[in-house]
């Protein structure tokens, strides 16, 4: 499968702070997802970006599959931004699953 | 739209004990993955299904675990018998089909093994 880095491990930020998490990638793809799994285990969808850029709120987005990179930048963080985010890259040559690395570990403070 | 359902939400069974997990996917939806994920860890893949049709089985340890998806929508996977290292979440995801479209999880099965 593809091999899934992420950086930083850990993160912890005051509220209203900037932040961008990176996700690198050993294989080209045709899909990437980011999710938010939060404190109660379930993993929330961020975005299906394969490649380009997406925004959602305070949160977006970047893809530049030729480079094998992703980054998810969060602004003006909030404590309810707590949790574990995941890059999952799939790739036309590492069957159909979703590939995770370990994740970055946020925690935002009041 | 009704997210992917699953129970139960947790499970604590004694090592040699079995046990099944059962998943109903998004209204639609032809494919339907399990995955297991350990703590401190990123989800992996146990099994993909394709309407009823297994199309990825390859990191199932099939001498304990198995699976089904007889109509080609509702799922369950079974563990006969359980080690402790089985102890882990079971997630059940699902996506219109299994070329490259969005995976959408459920909220997991919580498996403790003592």
Request: aromatic content about 12%; glycine content about 8%; proline content about 6%.
């Amino acid at each position: 499968g593809i091999q899934v880095e992420q950086s930083p491990p850990d993160l912890i930020l005051q509220e209203g702070a900037n932040s961008t998490l990176r996700c690198n990638f050993s294989d080209s793809v045709n899909n990437l997802q980011w999710f938010h799994q939060n404190p109660w285990g379930q993993l929330i969808n961020l975005f299906y970006i394969p490649s380009g850029t997406k925004q959602n709120g305070r949160l977006s987005a970047t893809t530049v599959a030729t480079e094998r990179y992703s980054l998810l930048y969060i602004s003006s963080s909030q404590t309810t931004d707590s949790g574990v985010y995941f890059c999952a890259p799939r790739g036309p040559n590492s069957g159909y699953a979703l590939n995770f690395g370990k994740g970055t570990s946020l925690l935002v403070t009041p | 739209e009704a997210g992917v359902a699953q129970s139960p939400r947790y499970k604590i069974i004694e090592k040699r004990q079995s046990v099944a997990f059962w998943c109903n996917p998004i209204s639609g939806h032809a494919t339907l993955y399990w995955y297991q994920q350990i703590l401190g860890q990123g989800p992996k893949l146990l099994i993909q299904f394709q309407n009823n049709g297994v199309v990825d089985d390859s990191q199932l340890p099939k001498d304990r675990f198995s699976a089904e998806r007889l109509k080609g929508v509702d799922s369950t996977l079974k563990i006969q018998p359980a080690k402790l290292e089985d102890s882990a979440v079971y997630l059940c995801a699902s996506s219109l089909s299994w070329t490259a479209y969005e995976q959408y999880f459920g909220p997991g099965t919580r498996l403790t093994v003592t």
